[in-house]
């Protein structure tokens, strides 16, 4: 690859006097996305000049792409049919528009927070959702926004692994397994192998509904079937993978 498709619009050796500059300062003209190749491209080689500026006009540059893939997958969600073209007139359409936007411009990056914000606006939003499914769906997103991305990535975790649940077994009661095996097999399945992170994560989607409650006075069992999901839980999950997989069609 030459050295004009990797770096479209500088070279690598005047980031060194470039970064000296304020971010409003910077004479780079271009996409988000070429920006952030940019700065990766002197962090990497170890430009000389001011990090806190780069770092600036990475996040800038990184809120940008953000906003940019937001309104893209909007638009062709629209274009497709799958929004109305006066979905934004929506009860609570707006507001929680403004919430995302607002996220992403606090310095929120994070890709499991960001989609389960976008997917519960989606879903909101959708061609001919009823009033009912409307308004569950706003609640949803008002979780999503107080749900971390450990624990977000715990729930996608478990909804991945209901079917690995359901073959233990435990002398404890009907359609009930240990909690320490439901533990274990989300460590396993986080692909971290600690019990302690799962647990940690764990309390917040009990508190939200998302999963039911460890089972008995000394709470040693829990819930064996969709391995402790509830309907809510549920719902939350295909949200996510419902908008996961229009996007990824429409935005092809």
């Given at each position: 690859?030459g050295?004009?498709?990797?770096?479209p619009?500088?070279?690598?050796?005047v980031l060194?006097s470039?970064?000296?500059?304020?971010?409003?300062?910077?004479?780079i003209?271009?996409?988000?996305?070429?920006?952030?190749?940019?700065?990766?491209?002197a962090v990497?080689?170890?430009?000389?000049?001011?990090?806190?500026?780069?770092?600036r006009?990475?996040q800038?540059a990184?809120?940008?792409?953000l906003?940019?893939?937001?309104?893209h997958e909007?638009?062709k969600?629209?274009?497709?049919?799958?929004?109305?073209?006066?979905?934004m007139?929506?009860?609570?359409?707006?507001?929680?528009?403004?919430d995302?936007?607002?996220?992403?411009?606090?310095?929120?990056?994070?890709?499991e927070?960001?989609?389960?914000?976008?997917?519960?606006?989606y879903?909101?939003?959708?061609?001919?959702?009823?009033d009912?499914a409307r308004i569950?769906a706003?609640?949803l997103?008002q979780i999503?926004?107080r749900?971390?991305?450990?624990?977000?990535?715990?729930?996608k975790?478990?909804?991945?692994?209901?079917?690995?649940t359901?073959?233990l077994?435990a002398?404890i009661?009907?359609?009930?397994i240990?909690?320490s095996?439901?533990?274990?097999t989300m460590?396993?399945?986080l692909?971290h192998g600690l019990?302690?992170?799962?647990?940690?994560?764990?309390?917040?989607?009990?508190?939200?509904?998302l999963?039911?409650?460890r089972?008995?006075?000394?709470?040693?069992?829990?819930?064996?079937?969709?391995?402790?999901?509830t309907?809510?839980?549920?719902?939350?999950?295909q949200?996510?993978?419902?908008?996961?997989?229009e996007?990824?069609?429409?935005?092809?």
């Amino acid at each position: 690859m030459g050295e004009d498709e990797t770096f479209p619009l500088k070279p690598p050796e005047v980031l060194p006097s470039a970064s000296n500059l304020r971010k409003d300062e910077l004479d780079i003209v271009g996409s988000p996305a070429d920006i952030l190749a940019i700065v990766a491209a002197a962090v990497s080689n170890g430009a000389k000049g001011n990090w806190l500026a780069l770092g600036r006009l990475g996040q800038a540059a990184l809120k940008g792409e953000l906003s940019d893939q937001f309104m893209h997958e909007l638009e062709k969600l629209k274009d497709q049919g799958k929004l109305a073209d006066d979905f934004m007139k929506k009860p609570r359409s707006l507001e929680t528009w403004t919430d995302i936007m607002s996220a992403i411009d606090n310095g929120e990056n994070d890709a499991e927070k960001l989609t389960a914000m976008k997917a519960m606006f989606y879903a909101m939003n959708k061609t001919n959702t009823a009033d009912g499914a409307r308004i569950l769906a706003y609640q949803l997103f008002q979780i999503a926004k107080r749900l971390t991305s450990g624990e977000l990535l715990l729930l996608k975790t478990i909804y991945g692994a209901r079917g690995k649940t359901s073959g233990l077994f435990a002398p404890i009661g009907e359609n009930q397994i240990y909690a320490s095996q439901w533990v274990s097999t989300m460590a396993t399945e986080l692909g971290h192998g600690l019990g302690a992170m799962v647990e940690y994560h764990e309390a917040a989607l009990v508190d939200h509904k998302l999963i039911s409650p460890r089972i008995g006075t000394e709470r040693l069992g829990v819930q064996k079937s969709d391995a402790r999901l509830t309907d809510l839980g549920m719902r939350f999950c295909q949200n996510i993978l419902t908008y996961q997989t229009e996007t990824e069609d429409v935005c092809k």
